[in-house]
């Protein structure tokens, strides 16, 4: 109170020294720096310490857990790069197989086609030559009647070209009809 009507006659001024009240504030000053060493500053300390263990402890964790989703990451990009590799393998082997496949099923079509014609040709030169025997053997009997007929009689010309013509008529007459 003292101090206050001092202060407040205007008799002691702000930037006064006062050895005593220096003293008192120095004694006041450290114990309570000894008390809050005591008391708060070991307990803050520690509790200082033990968040900043936390944080660098929260920090590597992090930074370990980032490196192995980086190395995670690097096997699934290598795995799919090879996944990819294998499918284009996959692709470009099936296309070859089709591709073969393909080849095989043309020379294997154009050997059945190329059989089949060579038995039609068998076919077709058989027949023909069962055709000309026919021919033959049918030329061969009208040369045979027509020898026959020549020498029943004796022929002048003009009888010759009768009996001919007779014949002829008589063929046309026999074919059997197509």
Known sequence: MNTLLVLASGGAGFTDVRPGLIFWTLITFFIVAFVLRRAAWGPILKAVDAREKAISGSIEAAKRERAEAE???GEQKSAIAAARAEAAEMMRKNQADME????DLMAKSRKEAEDLKADA???IEEEKNKAVADLKAHAVGL???VAEKLLEEKLDDAK???LAEKFITDLSAKRPSA
């Open 160 to 162: 010759h070209k009768s």
């Open 143 to 145: 040369a045979i009647q």
């Open 71 to 73: 190395k995670l990451l």
């Open 121 to 123: 040709r068998r076919s």
């Open 100 to 103: 073969k496949f393909r080849e």
